[in-house]
């Protein structure tokens, strides 16, 4: 029988990534309240990758697409509204970037998801108004063009905040939708 060999036999990729995934975690701050990693305690609130607006972890994860859902549902009710309601001036600022598009000619559905980094923004400074957060942030460099940036939100009760935005923002809706 012929021998097959495989391409890619010789190039050792999987151990490549997962020493550069070892090397990038140890340059992120571990947890300010309790010293440990990222993702081995309960104080991590949201680990934000803020390259790429994206939710990573954190208490936050498992509410992630009803909180967005609740936030998109305000910012298309407009900044005067949200301001009148005392609503985070994070969301007010989304809910303005959002008016300014669709004065310019997009539709509403377009301006929402182009504007969805301020929607992260404001749901990060929406955690941050909770008052007993914690913030870690910085660039990790990965040898690319870029460096990737991150934000991890830290709170001795991270359920508790998470609880306490969704009452927020849900008595926000009820007042005005
Ligand atoms: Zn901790």
Known sequence: MPRVIDPDDDIPEEEDEDYEAEEELSEVEPCPICDSPV????????????????????????????????IERLVVLGADALKGAGA????????????GDVAGGM?????????????????????????????????????????????????????????RLNRRLQGLLDELE
């Open 39 to 70: 993702g081995e305690c309960d104080h991590l609130l949201a680990a934000i990758d803020r390259t790429y607006s994206e939710i990573e972890s954190g208490a936050i994860f498992a509410h992630e697409r009803s909180i967005l859902d609740m």
């Open 107 to 163: 539709n509403m559905g377009d301006a929402v998801s182009t504007n969805f980094p301020h929607l992260v923004e404001a749901l990060c400074a929406m955690l941050e108004e909770d008052g007993e957060v914690s913030v870690t942030e910085g660039e990790v460099d990965e040898g690319g063009e870029e460096a990737w940036s991150y934000a991890n939100l830290w709170s001795e009760d991270a359920e508790g905040a998470v609880e």
């Open 88 to 99: 985070s001036p994070a969301l007010v600022h989304a809910a303005t970037l959002i008016e």
